[in-house]
């Protein structure tokens, strides 16, 4: 499968898997999974070929690792960034590092310094240990900018933190105390 099909499949596994399944006729549980057999019988009703060898393809080569497949290899998720209701994943809590980071575009700051950064539609802020990838998140949406997270003053305020299995923090909100501008 060359890369523009496997970016292509990655995106429309990201849009049913975090955000759509019904969609398809999906049914995703409370920690995101759904059976790969009804996945692929979904897909076929949209017109995409989908098997098990190209998800496990998708799974392992996608550089954000946004994907993970059950043990007994029936089952697939995405392992962060669900806005859909029926997802309720339980992470478990965790001590987060003093800085981390977030990408958003320019055109966002204002209402981010006046509001601070909400999960919107998302279920959590989703937060970088590092400012590349931030840097490479925010140009998904402009002009971008890195803003600096005080993480362990806000763990140490009470706010939670949660570490995804592809190294993504997630918070449920970031307060504008908490907040610089690089």
Not at 4 to 11: A, F, G, P, R, Y
Not at 67 to 74: K, M, V
Not at 114 to 124: D, I, Q, S
Not at 146 to 154: N, P, W
């Amino acid at each position: 499968m060359d890369k523009k099909q496997l970016d292509e499949t990655s995106k429309f596994l990201s849009y049913i898997l975090r955000h759509e399944p019904q969609t398809i006729g999906l049914h995703l549980d409370a920690e995101g999974w759904a059976d790969i057999d009804c996945l692929i019988a979904g897909a076929a009703g949209q017109r995409r070929v989908l098997d098990h060898a190209i998800i496990r393809e998708v799974v392992a080569t996608n550089d954000k690792k946004r994907f993970a497949i059950s043990e007994d290899g029936q089952r697939i998720r995405a392992v962060q960034g669900h806005s859909t209701s029926t997802v309720q994943r339980q992470y478990v809590e965790q001590i987060p590092p003093e800085v981390l980071y977030h990408g958003t575009a320019t055109r966002f700051l204002a209402s981010i310094f006046e509001e601070g950064l909400k999960a919107g539609a998302r279920h959590h802020v989703h937060l970088s240990q590092d400012m590349t990838t931030a840097l490479s998140v925010g140009q998904r949406y402009g002009k971008p900018v890195v803003l600096k997270i005080e993480a362990q003053r806000m763990h140490q305020r009470g706010f939670k933190f949660f570490l995804a299995e592809n190294d993504v923090w997630l918070t449920d909100a970031v307060a504008v105390e908490f907040i610089r501008e690089i």
